[in-house]
């Protein structure tokens, strides 16, 4: 993707990480009129994303980013354009407050970090570029893929996701968010993971979560999930929908509560045979990189 001012110049690293601030290092921070592009760059790649996703409306924007806790790495390829260099793509991700439902139906609510939009130019998927980004996410990050979240996954992306690392299992969830076989196992050391009683004092738990790409869905009210493989979670977002926004993103981590070893669904992924986590295992051996390390 190109623009009509030097790329070069407001993006310094291969991979720069952007947030509320909107800064891409010293130099766009002492330059106002940098910042200016960052936004145009910002909004052009949300714009773009959108389309290839087919949303009538962005989920990433400048003045969007400035308002969310979520972080934005952008790619670039620095030599092309005559030097002046052009925007790859980019991966954007966030805490969220979610209630999920484990192998076994129990609900949980976890606050795991999620991947909120990615998109790499059309011209340049395919290339490699997706996986480099998506591993200086998980780099920068310290965390494994399968410890995470992902807001409505695109058919390319759950490929991505199956060649890359292998993440071919889901668990059923009855909102947006899909996660894989081995989340609940594995994040019960690292992250926030609590079991939530079926019955609050005002009501049941109603374990949906709408976000930025759900409202822009409901905006839309036409196309229906185009994607549902035999083992993708129910897609459906009822009517009894709490329609409460988990909005709110938490960089600090609270204590972690661990879910206690007999919750039903556990069992299973906690057996010292189980194939996931010696198929885990092995891979960890290989990669030195992650929660483990
Ligand atoms: N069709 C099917 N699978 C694809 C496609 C495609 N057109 N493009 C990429 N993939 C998957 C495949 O598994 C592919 O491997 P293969 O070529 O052997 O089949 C693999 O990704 C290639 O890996 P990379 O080259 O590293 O990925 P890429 O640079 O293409 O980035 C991405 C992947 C971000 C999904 C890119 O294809 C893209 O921008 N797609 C359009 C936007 C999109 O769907 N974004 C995800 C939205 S969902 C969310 O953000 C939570």
């Not at 921070?29 to 389309?51: C, F, M, N, W, Y």
């Not at 400048?62 to 260099?85: F, I, T, V």
């Not at 905006?219 to 459906?236: G, N």
Request: hydrophobic share 35%; net charge positive.
């Amino acid at each position: 993707m190109e623009f009509p001012f030097d790329i070069n110049q407001i993006f310094s690293e291969r991979v720069s990480i952007l947030d509320q601030t909107l800064v891409a290092g010293r130099r766009s921070a002492e330059r106002p009129d940098l910042q200016g592009h960052i936004a145009t760059v910002i909004d052009e790649l949300g714009r773009a994303s959108a389309k290839a996703q087919q949303l009538t409306a962005p989920i990433t924007s400048a003045s969007k980013l400035q308002s969310q806790r979520h972080q934005l790495y952008l790619l670039k390829d620095g030599e092309s354009s005559g030097g002046r260099g052009v925007v790859v793509g980019f991966l954007k991700v966030g805490y969220k407050k979610l209630f999920l439902l484990d192998r076994g139906g129990v609900h949980i609510e976890a606050e795991p970090l999620c991947v909120l939009d990615f998109y790499i130019t059309e011209n340049l998927q395919r290339h490699g570029y997706g996986l480099e980004l998506f591993d200086f996410m998980l780099q920068h990050k310290n965390l494994e893929p399968m410890l995470m979240a992902y807001d409505r996954p695109s058919p390319k992306f759950l490929s991505f996701l199956a060649k890359h690392y292998s993440l071919t299992q889901s668990v059923p969830q009855v909102n947006n968010f899909v996660v894989f076989e081995g989340f609940f196992f594995f994040n019960r050391s690292v992250a926030q993971l609590r079991k939530v009683p079926l019955k609050k004092p005002d009501g049941e738990i109603k374990p949906y979560s709408l976000m930025e790409r759900e409202v822009v869905r409901q905006e839309q009210r036409t196309l229906p999930w185009p994607f549902a493989p035999p083992h993708s979670p129910q897609r459906l977002v009822s009517s009894q929908c709490s329609h409460s926004l988990s909005m709110r993103s938490s960089p600090s981590r609270a204590p972690p509560q661990v879910v206690p070893p007999s919750c039903p669904g556990c069992s299973r992924i906690q057996s010292p045979q189980s194939p996931l986590i010696d198929r885990y295992r092995e891979r960890r051996s290989r990669n030195s990189c992650g929660v483990f390390a």
